[in-house]
């Protein structure tokens, strides 16, 4: 695993804020307890499934003394949940008095769009940031290869996300960002 030395955190992992670090699943216990040396209070997992790594992700949070929530996002990839579904993660986030991770299995998609409105909502970061932020870390192949089956399933819940938070923005921000639209 390598380690990022500016941050003192595996390549994976990414800051945030100073209260949310986003990143992929927690699969090892060495590393969820590295990451409590890390003032990381309380993870967030994203994932709707059921296999084994779930509940021991569970167990070892609670064996170091994490707080573990499972915020289930939809497993259809195709369309961004209601409001309130994030709502409840920001709020999460926004009480947990140390640092919160948050993921899914890979980090990319459904913690990109939580992530994506945790931006908007509380950082009030400007929509190119948090647009590029989310092409760089979960949704590289709108650019890098468009055509492609991935691409074309991955610009369904994009634009979703777009139609909802940016509605009368989408054109300017696929000229700005330079993505092809079809």
């Given at each position: 695993m390598k380690i990022n030395p500016k941050t003192n955190l595996p390549n994976y992992m990414h800051i945030v804020d100073d209260k949310l670090i986003r990143g992929k699943a927690l699969t090892s216990p060495l590393i969820i307890y590295k990451i409590k040396r890390q003032n990381i209070t309380q993870i967030i997992d994203l994932r709707n499934t059921s296999t084994i790594k779930r509940p021991l992700e569970k167990f070892f949070c609670k064996l170091f003394g994490i707080k573990y929530v499972n915020c289930k996002y939809p497993h259809r990839l195709n369309?961004?949940?209601?409001?309130?579904?994030?709502?409840?993660?920001?709020?999460?986030?926004?009480?947990?008095?140390?640092?919160?991770?948050?993921?899914?299995?890979?980090?990319?998609?459904?913690?990109?769009?939580?992530?994506?409105?945790?931006?908007?909502?509380?950082?009030?970061?400007?929509?190119?940031?948090?647009?590029?932020?989310?092409?760089?870390?979960?949704?590289?192949?709108?650019?890098?290869?468009?055509?492609?089956?991935?691409?074309?399933?991955?610009?369904?819940?994009?634009?979703?996300?777009?139609?909802?938070?940016?509605?009368?923005?989408?054109?300017?921000?696929?000229?700005?960002?330079?993505?092809?639209?079809?």
């Open positions: 369309y961004v949940p209601d409001i309130d579904f994030f709502n409840r993660i920001n709020t999460l986030i926004r009480n947990n008095n140390g640092k919160t991770y948050i993921h899914c299995e890979y980090g990319k998609r459904r913690t990109g769009i939580s992530v994506a409105i945790y931006e908007q909502q509380y950082l009030k970061k400007d929509k190119y940031s948090i647009i590029q932020n989310m092409l760089d870390l979960g949704y590289k192949e709108l650019k890098s290869n468009p055509k492609s089956s991935k691409a074309v399933r991955l610009k369904t819940i994009f634009n979703d996300f777009l139609n909802k938070y940016y509605p009368n923005e989408i054109t300017e921000i696929y000229k700005k960002l330079n993505l092809p639209k079809n």
